[in-house]
């Protein structure tokens, strides 16, 4: 993905080498067959997509702004918003937001990053920087990754995590809804279809 945006693959991934041997290292101890367990216990049917949602809501907003190519921050929030589930999310306090720069910066090169349900190297945002991002649209950002993006002068926009989330579904369930499929939303899913 870093490599998409014009940073050498040799380079990201010596930059994420470390990182993914620590995100590995949490993930290591965590009882990963809890809910597999449970839903075989109750004869129910499971399949994780997240990360296919994730990847879904990446390439789906990559489009729109290379489309669109919003000259501020601000257009980057406003088109955000139009989209029903980060305007559902607006309603309640949880809709886009600048955590890095400001509505009146220039957006730049965007760089559209959902998936990975944790973040990157804190060393990439030097290296995007250079590779020309101007901008980051993530679904959530820690403080440090924040400070590095600062320092390097990129705004950083945080889309919402449930709203997020919910457009990556929706756009997997409108697949399965075609095949006729019933879907029942819930646990923070707010339901569009396309």
């Known amino acids: 993905i870093l490599e998409s945006m014009g940073v050498p693959i ?13 995100v590995k290292r949490g ?4 009882n990963h067959n809890k809910a597999v367990d449970m839903a075989r216990i109750l004869d129910l049917p499971l399949m994780c997509v997240h990360t296919p949602a994730d990847n879904l809501v990446t390439s789906f907003l990559q489009q729109l702004f290379d ?19 980060f305007a ?15 509505k009146d910066r220039r957006a730049g090169k965007i760089f559209v990053d959902m998936t990975g349900g944790t973040g990157g190297s804190e ?19 820690g403080e440090k990754h924040r400070k590095e993006a600062e320092k390097n002068h990129i ?27 019933k879907v029942i939303p819930c646990s923070g899913l707010t339901r569009f279809d396309r």
């Open 10 to 22: 040799n380079v990201a991934e010596g930059i994420m080498a470390s990182r993914i041997s620590e």
């Open 27 to 30: 993930l290591l101890p965590l």
């Open 67 to 85: 489309k669109k190519n919003p000259e501020t921050v601000g257009d980057v929030l406003k088109i955000l918003k139009e989209i029903p589930e």
């Open 88 to 102: 559902e999310a607006v309603k309640v306090n949880a809709g886009p937001t600048v955590f890095s720069g400001d």
């Open 123 to 141: 060393d990439a945002f030097a290296k995007l920087a250079q590779a020309g991002v101007g901008t980051i649209v993530g679904m959530h950002i």
């Open 155 to 181: 705004n950083v926009v945080i889309a919402g995590h449930i709203a997020s989330d919910s457009l990556g579904m929706n756009l997997y369930l409108d697949e399965l809804v075609k095949q006729g499929i």
